[in-house]
Nanobody, 114 residues
């Protein structure tokens, strides 16, 4: 019944931009800490950014100044605007909702060509 569905992934050149979106259902969305994680081949899943119910944001040092996380509680969506993309940003990006327990989306592929 709980679903997080990511969209917006695709192929982009280094220096380009991409906007990811995540639509949530089955949870009281406004109460959850929302986040984006990513996982590259051979690496652990890592935290990219979070946004709290009070709109406090956190960014990993590697994306600070380039990525922006936002949420729309009326639409039950969280987005990640990715600018100045680098090859090291290439990964599967996952949406996460954190509360008393955590929920995950299926992931969306971001490919940054060299």
């Amino acid at each position: 019944q709980v679903q997080l569905v990511e969209s917006g992934g695709g192929l982009v050149q280094p220096g380009g931009s991409l906007r990811l979106s995540c639509a949530a259902s089955g949870i009281r969305f406004s109460l959850y800490l929302m986040g984006w994680y990513r996982q590259s081949p051979g690496k652990q899943r890592e935290l990219v950014a979070t946004i709290s119910s009070g709109l406090t944001t956190f960014y990993a040092d590697s994306v600070k100044g380039r990525f922006t996380i936002s949420r729309d509680n009326a639409k039950n969506t969280v987005s990640l605007q990715m600018n100045s993309l680098k090859t090291e940003d290439m990964a599967v990006y996952y949406c996460n909702a954190g509360g008393l327990r955590s929920y995950w989306g299926q992931g969306t592929q971001v490919t940054v060509s060299s």
